[in-house]
């Protein structure tokens, strides 16, 4: 902006949060902490995708095509479109009171204008409340006769091909309103903390809600190892409780403090220093019986549905690892990647089957996830269901099973795969991997499926190979996984 210390809509909101955040965005653009990394460039696209589909349900507007740091372009452009009488204009630009913001769309009523926000959300969140008001307040203050406020999101209930009720438009004008009183005196004290030193800010929920602040680790401290907070599925009230009462680490909690059953065996094994395994081990682990089969899905979740009978944000699987033991016991590898933006589900459904039938046995961990994954495979392909609903039934959860008999100091207070696979199975691990967790998966496989023409062959056949690397470890991790459980089930 002219000022450096200008506000922007998303500075506005970043000083609602926390004065401190805000500071450090504004004179400090370049942190490393801001840097945009792929998920956050994900998001981001996202939004561009949403936002200019959201554009083609209020069709004949005028859209404001300059870029975004063209700030008077921008707003010259927005005050000929609206004294030409445009019917609405898309991204338009406002400014007043030291704040710059861009409307995703400004539509012409007889009584004034609406001013509606796009959200690539399927509701309308708190948060949105406060964005709103800060751009009516701007718009208003520019001139802009603003009568009525909304927030258009997405629909779950929207299925493809048919994209006509995709949008949802919520009037929020009423709960906005009862806001606009308070924005002038937030601005002013934003910019007043911006024309001096870093503020002084005291940690607390806000760090975290409505999002987590980037510079967090810049306030708060390292924790030490095996800290409070660490309890496995403990409230954080419980856990400021037991900070209060002077129990920094689960080191410090007598045998006696009131704990859930998982978390008080992690207090036992974090002050053992050891693993503990419960009696019931070998017998849990009987429901996994011979032939087996280890399953992993990836998926991508498009706001936008693209296959018939999808809805936004099915988590739709374009991608499986399966070890299946063979006649011998051996495990065997299976695995299958989706090629381009085509529906991949008859042919994923089809090899999917051909690896899992045989099996007797399938383990997945966390395996609501793979019966979910399951169930929309089968929606797509209703012929092949029945066979379908056969795997679901034969899924076994490892996660409740480690969950509820074992649990080892370098858990932390988690189950993940990621952590529980490095500390039972420490030979195999997601180091130097260049894909080495679920959400930068599913985030590379929407890049690879549908945007794969913007990389050249030798990328896509790299970023295919990276993919495959990571879900067969998740995989082979499982079969790991099962002979260390049934070790420490007979020892």
């Known amino acids: 902006m002219p000022s450096p ?21 504004v004179h400090e653009p370049a942190a490393p902490e801001l840097a945009i990394d792929p998920q956050l460039q994900a998001l981001f696209d996202r939004g561009h995708r949403v936002g200019a589909l959201a554009r083609t349900h209020v069709p004949g507007g005028v859209l404001i095509d300059l870029p975004y740091d063209a700030y008077e372009a921008r707003l010259a452009a927005t005050r000929r479109a609206l004294q030409q009488g445009a019917p609405a204009v898309y991204e338009a630009a406002f400014r007043a009171d030291g704040v710059y ?55 779950r209930a929207c299925a493809y091909p048919d994209l006509s009720n995709l949008f949802v ?40 809600t409505p999002y987590e602040c980037p510079f967090m680790e810049r306030c708060w401290p390292p924790l030490p190892a095996h800290h409070v907070s660490t309890l496995y599925a403990m409230k954080q009230r419980a856990r400021a409780a037991l900070d209060e009462q002077g129990y920094h680490t689960i080191f410090d909690l007598p045998a006696d403090t009131a704990l859930a059953v998982t978390a008080d065996r992690q207090r036992r094994a974090v002050q053992a220093g050891r693993m503990i395994v419960e009696p019931g081990l070998a017998r849990a682990l009987q429901a996994c019986a011979p032939p087996m089969a280890f399953l992993d899905f990836e998926t991508v979740g498009l706001a936008i549905p693209v296959w018939n009978g999808c809805h936004p944000y099915d988590a739709l699987p374009v991608q499986w690892s399966c070890h299946a033991e063979d006649a011998a016991g051996r495990p065997t590898h299976h695995a299958w990647l989706a090629e381009g933006p085509g529906d991949p589900r008859p042919e994923l459904a089809e090899r999917l089957l051909a690896a899992c039938e045989p099996a007797r046995t399938i383990a997945a961990y966390n395996a609501s996830f793979e019966r979910g994954c399951i169930q929309r495979l089968a929606e797509g392909v209703p012929h092949l269901a029945p066979r379908l609903a056969r795997i679901a039934e034969r899924l076994v959860d490892l996660l409740p099973i480690v969950r509820q008999h074992v649990y080892h100091p370098d858990f932390a207070g988690s189950f993940s795969l990621k952590r529980v696979l490095p500390a039972l199975v420490p030979e195999l691990g997601y180091d130097g991997l260049a894909i080495s967790e679920g959400a930068m998966a599913s985030v590379e496989l929407e890049r690879l499926l549908f945007r794969g023409e913007t990389m050249t062959p030798a990328e896509r056949a790299q970023l295919r190979d990276d993919l495959m690397r990571y879900c067969a470890v998740d995989t082979l991790g499982l079969v790991k996984l099962l002979a260390r459980l049934r070790a420490l089930g007979q020892a």
Do not use: Y
């Open 5 to 25: 210390h200008g506000l922007s809509k998303s500075r506005a909101m970043a000083g609602l949060q926390c004065h401190k955040q805000l500071w450090w965005r």
């Open 169 to 208: 438009r919520t009037d929020v004008t009423a709960p906005v309103e009862a806001r606009l009183a308070a924005i002038p005196g937030e601005i002013a004290g934003m910019l007043a903390v911006l024309a001096g030193p870093l503020p002084r800010v005291a940690t607390g929920p806000h760090c975290s």
């Open 101 to 155: 913001v861009s409307v995703d769309i400004v539509e012409r009523r007889p009584d004034g204008f609406d001013l509606t926000e796009v959200k690539s959300t399927t509701s309308v969140k708190e948060q949105h409340l406060p964005d709103v008001a800060v751009q009516a307040h701007v718009a208003r203050r520019s001139g802009l006769a603003v009568t009525r406020m909304e927030v258009m999101h997405l629909n």
